[in-house]
């Protein structure tokens, strides 16, 4: 494979999971409401999820023996603020625990303060739509940053576009569906179009945290965005412009005078006279019925740069739903071969944070995995996969050549 060399002194070579997907009894947040609501869509729910929260050290010791260098997490608003303007400092201070023994085991962690789920009480009251939504999540984000003065990354906002997707299909933005329909909804990229409305809220939500952590911390902020990787078919050029813009290029844009942009890309679709196209059967499909395509990051990252103009990116997910751990291996040594041509071309990449570290939870069921790391949910046992190793040996490869 093309070794990427020429990366930056100081790049990140890591993993990435989110609080509601790993923790586990989430109570206090609309997902954990969604999961548990009888009448649901939702077919499994999240429960103890892999209980990350109490072992959260024993995930972030398997990353750095590895050799990986960086580990991305979240934050739960849900659990910080679990009534409006009620904050825990027991959960602040759990928080703070897990940025600590990170950066002791020597992972650099990068912050997420928002990964899809929000307090139940924010949900109740309107979510996004509610006029006070913007200061309602500055609150918050003003308390989150009392344990971040030593952090060098946090992201305000995880995939924007897709939450305002999420809020176009539960407010009736697609058709009725089923439990399985709207469960495959979510994890098979066949979701409604971004709300334009709940784009606008979001994109002032983030400028407000952006502010908030620049005066309150050194940390360089910005958010992650959901690369989709469209490309156009013969004849359709306006329909693909106008897709790629309300899926990607308008959250893109607002990250031109971002600390830096976190790039996240699984895989590809084209568009045609009909919009989005699904994901053809293919026996090379993984666990979440995309397309197998490595080539995904290096497009992802080609894309963000030129909306951008240039903001530094850091690749905040990139991975696999597979069961074959050779299969996640190939698809991750394609990936970085994309990432190492782009640096090569002298875009600014800042690091390599790979989807996830450990199996988890995927928004609705338990189906895909992802993880470098094996979790055995009846007994929480984590087992590396080789591709942790793997991964880590590139690591300290390219890590030896920046020195």
Not at 21 to 40: C, I, M, R, V, Y
Request: charge should be negative; aromatic fraction near 10%.
């Amino acid at each position: 494979m093309s070794t990427p060399s020429n990366v930056r002194h100081g790049f990140l070579w890591g993993a990435s999971t989110s609080p509601h997907q790993t923790e586990g009894a989430n109570t206090n947040s609309d997902w954990w409401h969604l999961e548990n609501d009888p009448a649901s869509f939702i077919s499994e729910r999240s429960g103890d999820a892999v209980d990350s929260y109490r072992r959260y050290g024993e995930d972030m010791r398997l990353l750095a023996g590895a050799g990986l260098t960086a580990y991305r997490f979240g934050i739960e608003w849900a659990r910080i603020e679990p009534n409006p303007g009620e904050f825990s400092q027991r959960e602040l201070d759990h928080y703070r625990r897990m940025i600590d023994t990170a950066i002791g085991l020597g992972l650099t962690p990068v912050v997420t303060l928002h990964h899809f789920t929000s307090p139940l009480w924010f949900a109740a009251m309107g979510g996004w739509l509610n006029p006070d939504a913007v200061e309602l999540f500055a609150r918050y984000v003003r308390q989150a940053t009392t344990i971040l003065q030593d952090v060098e990354w946090v992201c305000t906002i995880n995939e924007p576009n897709i939450v305002a997707s999420m809020t176009a299909l539960l407010r009736g933005g697609a058709p009725a569906l089923d439990g399985r329909a709207s469960v495959e909804a979510v994890t098979s990229l066949s979701l409604p179009t971004p709300d334009g409305e709940v784009a606008d809220i979001l994109t002032a939500a983030h400028r407000r945290a952006v502010e908030i952590v620049r005066a309150n911390t050194s940390a360089k902020a910005g958010w992650t965005v959901a690369g989709q990787q469209f490309v156009v078919t013969p004849g359709n050029e306006e329909i693909f412009a106008r897709t790629r813009w309300a899926w990607e290029d308008r959250f893109l844009e607002v990250s031109r005078v971002d600390d830096f942009i976190g790039v996240q890309a699984y895989t590809s679709q084209s568009v045609d006279e009909n919009g989005i196209v699904a994901h053809p059967q293919h026996p090379d499909n993984t666990l979440s019925g995309w397309a197998y395509r490595p080539d995904a990051l290096e497009m992802g990252l080609r894309h963000a740069w030129e909306i951008t103009g240039g903001t530094p990116m850091l690749v905040t997910e990139n991975g696999i739903a597979t069961a074959d751990d050779e299969v996640r291996i190939r698809y991750t040594e394609a990936a970085l071969d994309g990432l190492a041509h782009a640096v090569a071309d002298g875009l600014d990449v800042r690091g390599y944070l790979h989807w996830s570290a450990v199996d988890n939870y995927e928004w609705g069921h338990w189906g895909p995995t992802f993880g470098l790391i094996a979790v055995d949910r009846s007994t929480l046992e984590r087992q590396p996969r080789p591709s942790l190793a793997w991964l880590g040996a590139h690591a300290r490869a390219c890590l030896k050549e920046t020195i």
